[in-house]
């Protein structure tokens, strides 16, 4: 069974940074985190949950929701494999949220993922912006 667990959440003041982390785990032999598609969301409370960005396994490609587009930056870690990152910059209060990584092995779009929601998910990490 696939497991994701997030790390790296925490107090940032308004326009400081922080980078998230995600690692995977429980593969089937042969596999890896290169086999799925990789999202990060978040969910705020009293607020639906919001796709962020995503490395979509069918093209490589990363895309960026509106509201992150230019401060978020979601990499993989090029040493190792089943590590992903979200690296958050120019935070604003309203980014306070709980923030979840999920992957998805199927193949869909990245409207898909960002609406209906990944297979395999993590318990999630608070970050919370506050001066």
């Known amino acids: 069974q696939v497991q994701l667990v997030e790390s790296g959440g925490g107090f940032v003041q308004p326009g400081g940074s922080l980078r998230l982390s995600c690692a995977a ?77 999920a992957a998805e092995k199927s193949s869909y779009s990245v409207y898909y993922y960002f609406t209906q929601g990944m297979h395999h998910w993590g318990k999630g990490t608070q970050v919370t912006i506050s001066s």
Not at 73 to 97: I, P
């Open 25 to 101: 785990s429980g593969f089937a032999s042969g596999f890896s985190l290169e086999d799925y598609s990789i999202a990060w969301f978040r969910q705020a409370p009293g607020k639906e949950r919001e796709g962020l960005s995503c490395i979509k396994k069918a093209d490589g490609k990363t895309y960026y929701a509106d509201s992150v587009k230019g401060r978020f930056t979601m990499s993989r870690d090029d040493a190792k494999k089943n590590l992903v990152y979200l690296e958050m910059n120019s935070l604003k209060l309203e980014d306070t949220a709980v923030y979840y990584c």
